[in-house]
T-cell receptor, first 115, second 113 residues
Framework: GAGVSQSPRYKVAKRGQDVALRCDPISGHVSLFWYQQALGQGPEFLTYFQNEAQLDKSGLPSDRFFAERPEGSVSTLKIQRTQQEDSAVYLC?????????????FGSGTRLTVV | DQQVKQNSPSLSVQEGRISILNCDYTNSMFDYFLWYKKYPAEGPTFLISISSIKDKNEDGRFTVFLNKSAKHLSLHIVPSQPGDSAVYFCAAGGGTSYGKLTFGQGTILTVHP
């Protein structure tokens, strides 16, 4: 597709439920990022993939968060036993090259609400 | 520890006038800076960037200024248009090889007709 596609757009989860958020990056993009944006805040880095390799997961807030990109294209962010503080917009971004400082393309995000 | 700060939550400007959005950073490892624009229910869109070896970068109505000694950057929009109304995020990168960014909290810009 022409852009970064994320699904679902909205997700309501009961506390304790597991959720899976999907990201389809732009075809051929090597780099893929996940960011978390809490209400009224800027995006915060969660994790980075170069193709299928997860090179940085330092931003994942706890071991309940897990991300994968097994074939170097589609990525899934999984959150186990969701808590209310996990409520946020989860943004995926991709770029063609590693290390670009020209910005990367973000998806529209998945808004997760934990009730 | 907020390494990138946008101290003005909002800014209101008349159409045709200049909009100036400000951003401060603390980490000396940052070596490039970007501005993103975000409309409601959409992801951030890249607007303009500047490398730390420059002090100014211009693209049409948008100019970014970098003052390294003060660890301060600003985005100027001239002339402002109602379609510029959005949330603007300042972001900084550096210290990694792959483009990890640290974002500010954002400034809501409203341009009145």
């Amino acid at each position: 597709g022409a852009g970064v596609s994320q699904s679902p757009r909205y997700k309501v989860a009961k506390r304790g439920q597991d959720v899976a958020l999907r990201c389809d990056p732009i075809s051929g993009h090597v780099s893929l990022f996940w960011y978390q944006q809490a209400l009224g805040q800027g995006p915060e880095f969660l994790t980075y993939f170069q193709n299928e390799a997860q090179l940085d997961k330092s931003g994942l807030p706890s071991d309940r968060f897990f991300a994968e990109r097994p074939e170097g294209s589609v990525s899934t962010l999984k959150i186990q036993r969701t808590q209310q503080e996990d409520s946020a917009v989860y943004l995926c971004a991709s770029s063609l090259r590693q290390g670009t400082n020209d910005g990367y393309t973000f998806g529209s995000g998945t808004r997760l609400t934990v009730v | 520890d907020q390494q990138v700060k946008q101290n003005s939550p909002s800014l209101s400007v008349q159409e045709g006038r200049i909009s100036i959005l400000n951003c401060d950073y603390t980490n000396s490892m940052f070596d490039y800076f970007l501005w993103y624009k975000k409309y409601p229910a959409e992801g951030p869109t890249f607007l303009i960037s500047i490398s730390s070896i420059k002090d100014k970068n211009e693209d049409g109505r948008f100019t970014v200024f970098l003052n390294k000694s003060a660890k301060h950057l600003s985005l100027h929009i001239v002339p402002s248009q109602p379609g510029d109304s959005a949330v603007y995020f300042c972001a900084a990168g550096g210290g990694t090889s792959y483009g990890k960014l640290t974002f500010g909290q954002g400034t809501i810009l409203t341009v009145h007709p």
